[in-house]
């Protein structure tokens, strides 16, 4: 597939006609030079030197930085349209999973996939995330299950990094589910969890293809002493860690993931206080994931205003995956994290923008308007920031730069 990056003019010169988010009641101005942020500020101090460089008209939008999807699992082969029924009919997550669907009905399908078949699948979800905004995504392996899917899923990802011009971060999740060829098996979890600490992450990781390191620790799925087998074998290889942690029950996850320094503790319903002093003192992010919250119609909130109280940093995300979060906008999950959680609006953006980029550990080049990051903005067609969490099902988007390239809006 020839990559859509190359068509995106550049946008470096002048942007002026916006009104940044952090100051919106006058006119901004952002200078973009080689694809970094020079200069940002109010259009009234803008240095001379900059005024004569090639102009970019925003037309009075509002403009935030580029948001960032801190959580998805976008590769995948097949839907489960059909798991949603049925817990409409009146079964659970869990029960949908112990009956042979949930996650492992997703890994039929994706190792049944080739490569290029899964891309051709994921792209177009992709491209919905990035009309939305977004400069920046985490896309997780775990539907393959086996060093061979694994390795197709990941490399997918990247592929579509290439492609789209976005930055992507990779995470390893073998741990995700028992593969149906170990279910049975005596020691069957022990041995997925010895293959996936000795044989698949180092390949991997050799590879490249590994950013980051992601267990489900649940009922359902591994235990604590499995997940720390796993970080363990991370941490060897100097890979960060994150968790998907008490989302169905209180494993104690979060406060072994601390441990570990992890980026990211996500889901966190049933985070304890604990677990919330825990990622307070690692600074560990608490990613906050409505949209599978909603899809499993889920009753027991996440303690947001412990976490808030504790200044625990929250980020939101669509968590994107075929089972509990078929989601394809992080403006909607920003809705959600407000009426649903009850963020404030300056919360749910920050936690779609400089929370997110840090449970990525990109904090440093993304998530902010800042001299010397990478230019990754958004021109919104609104008139105030909370709008960005006000309308639902809208798309508010003038324009996107990412990476230094306009690449939505490109007549801006
Ligand atoms: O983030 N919680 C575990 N993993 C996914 C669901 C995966 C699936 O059901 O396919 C999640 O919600
Ligand atoms: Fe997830």
């Not at 020839?2 to 009641?25: C, H, M």
């Not at 002493?225 to 860690?241: N, R, Y």
């Not at 441990?259 to 003192?281: K, N, T, V, W």
Request: hydrophobic share 45%; charged share 20%; proline share 5%.
């Amino acid at each position: 597939m020839k990559p859509v990056i190359n068509e995106f003019p550049s946008a470096d010169g002048l942007w002026s006609g916006i009104r940044l988010a952090t100051d919106a009641n006058v006119e901004g101005a952002i200078v973009v030079a080689q694809g970094a942020i020079r200069w940002v500020g109010a259009r009234s101090a803008l240095p001379a030197e900059f005024a004569g460089l090639k102009p970019h008209d925003g037309g009075g939008a509002l403009v935030t930085p580029g948001l960032v999807d801190c959580h998805t699992h976008l590769v995948y082969g097949g839907q489960r349209a059909n798991e949603f029924a049925m817990r409409l009919a009146g079964a659970t997550y869990e029960e949908v999973a112990k009956a042979g669907g949930g996650i492992v009905s997703s890994v039929r399908a994706t190792r049944e996939a080739d490569e290029d078949t899964l891309f051709a699948q994921a792209a177009p979800r992709l491209e919905q995330l990035l009309a939305d905004g977004v400069c920046a995504i985490e896309i997780k392996s775990g539907y393959g299950l086996s060093l061979e899917h694994e390795r197709k899923q990941l490399r997918v990802a990247r592929r579509l990094g290439e492609a789209y011009g976005v930055t992507v971060r990779t995470t390893f999740l073998g741990a995700h589910a028992l593969p149906p060829e170990y279910a049975g098996r005596a020691n069957g979890s022990g041995d997925y969890i010895d293959l996936v600490c000795n044989e698949m992450l180092p390949a991997l990781a050799a590879e490249g293809l590994v950013d980051a390191v992601d267990v489900f620790c649940e009922r359902i799925a591994f235990s604590l002493a499995e997940t720390e087998q796993v970080f363990k074998a991370a941490k060897a290889l100097g890979l960060p860690v994150k968790l998907h942690a008490e989302q169905l029950s209180d494993m104690g996850g979060a406060a072994l993931a601390a441990r570990y320094g992890a980026l990211s503790c996500d889901h966190i319903e049933h985070l304890s206080a604990e677990g919330i002093e825990a990622m307070r003192r690692s600074g560990t992010v608490a990613v906050l994931l409505p949209g599978a919250y909603y899809t499993l119609r889920d009753t027991h909130l996440p303690p947001i205003a412990a976490l808030r109280a504790a200044g625990v940093p929250m980020a939101v995300s669509t968590d994107h995956n075929p089972g509990t979060s078929p989601a394809l906008s992080l403006l909607l999950m920003v809705n959600m994290a407000c009426t649903l959680f009850r963020l404030t609006v300056p919360e749910a953006l920050d936690g779609v923008t400089v929370h997110a980029a840090r449970a990525l550990g990109l904090h440093d080049t993304h998530g902010a308007i800042a001299p010397g990051m990478p230019a990754n903005f958004v021109l919104w067609n609104v008139r105030e920031a909370a709008e960005l969490a006000y309308w639902f099902g809208q798309q508010p988007v003038r324009a996107v730069v990412r990476q230094g390239r306009i690449a939505i809006g490109g007549n801006a």
